[in-house]
């Protein structure tokens, strides 16, 4: 049984097994309660009422039309589905049970259904602007920009008000680097909704692209003036103050940089990208101060002990992101293999290509470990011509990898040696990396071993996973690593972290080319 009719079935199952109610409800109540707790987006009332409905009159379509409305607005993707496809037996001709279906198949990247299921939509009403809005929506993410953007503008044709469709259109304009019509679409947005502080960050986010920065930063001004929507794990006003530091930073106005990042970070202490922005802001300004500290590598700093050596191994990379808001981000690596003066070394993907934007970062850098320097002098940098990104994983491969090719590093920095027998079950461990934006922080860890999946094996680790430890090397007792560090840092709340083993790691690497001794 397919896992839709698994869920159907389900459905009609529990709706069986509802209790009655102590003072039974007629049909028109239940319908208008739902109704009405559907308008105020309290959606497990409203999915409350569309059951009872159901209770009482089980074929019943515009009652599976609600409750998968509710279902979706819950995020109960799989159940919204099971409950619109049921809303379509009984009435195969539902257009709003096909543009429902469409919202929920794209919450659960079922990119192609939904693409059907909205085009579904549209033959039997094609004046439905919602429906042209969520197939551009889904198009876009599929990267078929010309009809995104022909899906839009139909969108708009029909409802000439509808400001969503210019924000979503200049999104896609963007992307395409057609940045004057871009513009022009946030503007209208805004025009039709001026609470719009999304439509006045992207806004900002291109005209800065633009390098008009004084319109740029009154968009983001404005984005300040208005309140700011706490609920979202990413606030706009994080957003702003981060856009203006950029700026500010693009004008040498270091000092006002410095300032808007730590407003950034005022009101979200954990984005990484102001975190990131703000040390780079520092590095500079202490730079234009002092210019002969210019990029100091003095090993006298450095002392003699085990440790050392396995942090030199390891490095910080930063990487610009020149067409994107958020500006430059960091995370780890470590050398895995050395031959003269040129060395190679092993990252995450998502350190050098911007998760949101599939954008390759630009001016790659490492940092190399330096001991602890006086306060206020510049940390040491290879220079960017050095650095080169030589293969990485394609954005949709579940192996999160990429390799980069150093040249001239110092002389005392080797690969760090490789464990070549299996991690077992808790092996204690360590971590190298660059933890809450501090540079080459070590952490003592425990291993959980391995777990098999039907996508790569996968080395689990009791650990903080915090961000800027991406690509850090995992090693055991003796130093060899066992494993690369890389994990969505929304794992941070559960103690656990996630290595790729480095048997899968030297496999990559060999068919790139760079095989291991």
């Known amino acids: 049984m397919r896992t839709a009719q698994v869920l159907s079935v389900m459905l009609l199952l529990t709706l069986g097994t509802l209790p009655k109610l102590a003072a039974a409800q007629s049909l ?192 983001y001004r404005q984005v300040l003036s208005l309140p700011d929507d ?84 390891v490095v910080k990379i930063i990487a610009r992101f020149p067409h994107s808001a958020k500006g430059s981000g960091y995370g780890t690596g470590f050398v895995v293999k050395r031959k003269g003066n040129k060395a190679w070394i092993v990252t995450n993907r998502h350190v050098v290509l911007e998760p949101d934007t599939q954008q390759r970062g630009e001016d790659l850098q490492v940092e190399l470990y330096y001991g602890n320097p006086p306060a206020g002098m510049p940390v040491a940098r290879l220079e960017k011509a050095q650095v080169r990104l030589l293969q990485m994983t394609e954005p949709n491969d579940p192996l999160d990898l990429a390799v980069l090719e150093v040249t001239d590093l110092p002389v005392d920095i080797q690969p760090l040696p490789v464990r070549q027998q299996t991690a077992g079950d808790r092996l204690n461990v360590r971590l190298i990396g660059h933890s809450g934006a501090q540079a080459w922080q070590v952490d003592e860890t425990e291993s959980l071993g391995f777990v098999n999946s039907q996508l790569k094996d996968r080395l689990l680790l009791r650990l903080d996973l915090r961000k800027g430890a991406s690509g850090s090397p995992i090693l055991d007792a003796q130093n060899r690593v066992l494993g690369v560090l890389f994990g969505d840092i929304t794992l941070e709340t559960t103690g656990l972290g996630t290595a790729y083993p480095i048997n899968v790691v030297m496999n990559k690497l060999a068919a790139w080319g760079v095989k291991l001794p």
């Open 28 to 219: 028109e109540q239940l319908v208008q309660q739902g109704r009405t707790a559907q308008a105020a987006k309290q959606y497990s009332q409203a999915e409350a009422a569309w059951r009872r409905v159901l209770g009482q009159d089980p074929k019943n379509a515009d009652a599976y039309l609600g409750l998968g409305h509710a279902l979706s607005g819950q995020k109960g993707f799989a159940e919204a589905i099971a409950a619109y496809r049921q809303a379509l037996t009984l009435n195969p001709k539902n257009a709003d049970a096909y543009l429902g279906l469409g919202h929920a198949l794209s919450g659960q990247k079922g990119f192609a259904e939904a693409i059907a299921a909205y085009r579904q939509a549209l033959t039997l009403n094609p004046k439905n602007a919602e429906a042209y809005l969520g197939l551009g929506h889904v198009l876009s993410d599929r990267k078929r920009f010309a009809e995104a953007i022909a899906a839009y503008r139909q969108a708009i044709k029909l409802n000439p008000r509808y400001d969503t469709a210019y924000l979503k259109l200049g999104h896609v304009l963007s992307d395409q680097k057609q940045f004057a019509e871009a513009i022009a679409a946030y503007r209208q947005a805004i025009k039709l909704n001026p609470q719009s502080v999304s439509a006045y960050l992207n806004l900002g986010a291109v005209l800065s692209e633009q390098k008009q920065f004084d319109e740029a930063i009154a968009a």
């Open 230 to 313: 706490t609920a979202t794990l990413l606030t706009a006003h994080t957003l702003a103050y981060n856009g203006l530091g950029l700026i500010f930073q693009q004008q040498g106005q270091l000092t006002a940089a410095i300032g808007a990042y730590q407003l950034a970070l005022q009101v979200d202490p954990s984005y990484a990208y102001a975190q990131t922005n703000l040390l780079e802001a520092q590095r500079l300004l202490a730079l234009k101060q002092v210019p002969q500290r210019l990029a100091l590598a003095e090993t006298r700093y450095l002392t003699r002990d085990t440790v050392t050596p396995l942090k030199r191994s």
